[in-house]
């Protein structure tokens, strides 16, 4: 019982910080085409967060980057994936928190075509499978090639 309280407590703080405001370990994005170069179709992986980080929240950050840059290292050469790590805090980026109906830090997938944004997934169990990684990284591995397949 008392873990399931730090549980709970843990996932209110990361919320609390969410949207209260550190920077993460990783580059702002990653993969080939981040300027525009690439393909007019591509599939979008961000990783939202705020400034104020909790464990937890760096951690699905780390599992998230591991993850596809190990399985999908091709398709961000070609920029037929892209990876973005974004503080929905610095200035532009608060309208990801409408667009998306973020409430806590979370991976997006997002198909783009011509510049225009046509499916988006919120991978919410990433936070109920943040203490297994082969779990974590199957699901976020298994939701991007679905994902890249659709596109």
Same mark, same amino acid.
């Given at each position: 019982m008392?873990?399931?309280? $730090?549980?709970?407590?843990?996932?209110?703080?990361?919320?609390?910080?969410?949207?209260?405001?550190?920077?993460?370990?990783f580059?702002?994005?990653?993969?080939?085409?981040?300027?525009?170069?690439?393909?007019?179709?591509?599939? %979008?992986?961000?990783?939202?967060?705020?400034?104020?980080?909790?464990?937890?929240?760096?951690?699905?950050?780390?599992?998230?980057?591991?993850?596809?840059?190990?399985?999908?290292?091709?398709?961000?050469?070609?920029?037929?994936?892209?990876?973005?790590?974004?503080?929905?805090?610095?200035?532009?980026n608060?309208?990801?928190?409408?667009?998306? %109906?973020?409430y806590?830090?979370?991976?997006?997938l997002?198909?783009?075509?011509?510049?225009?944004?046509?499916? $988006?997934?919120?991978?919410?169990?990433?936070w109920?499978?943040?203490?297994?990684?082969?779990?974590?990284?199957?699901?976020?591995?298994?939701?991007?090639?679905?994902?890249?397949?659709?596109?």
């Amino acid at each position: 019982m008392a873990i399931g309280r $730090w549980l709970l407590l843990a996932l209110a703080v990361c919320m609390f910080s969410f949207f209260c405001g550190a920077s993460g370990a990783f580059p702002r994005s990653a993969g080939a085409a981040q300027d525009g170069n690439g393909p007019a179709k591509y599939v %979008q992986v961000y990783y939202f967060h705020g400034k104020i980080r909790c464990y937890s929240c760096n951690r699905i950050e780390q599992l998230t980057v591991e993850t596809v840059r190990q399985f999908f290292q091709k398709e961000l050469e070609t920029g037929r994936l892209r990876l973005s790590v974004v503080n929905v805090e610095d200035p532009g980026n608060s309208h990801f928190v409408n667009d998306y %109906q973020l409430y806590s830090q979370s991976v997006i997938l997002s198909e783009r075509d011509g510049g225009r944004e046509v499916k $988006w997934k919120n991978l919410i169990r990433v936070w109920e499978l943040l203490k297994d990684d082969d779990r974590f990284k199957e699901y976020v591995r298994t939701e991007v090639e679905a994902f890249l397949a659709a596109s």
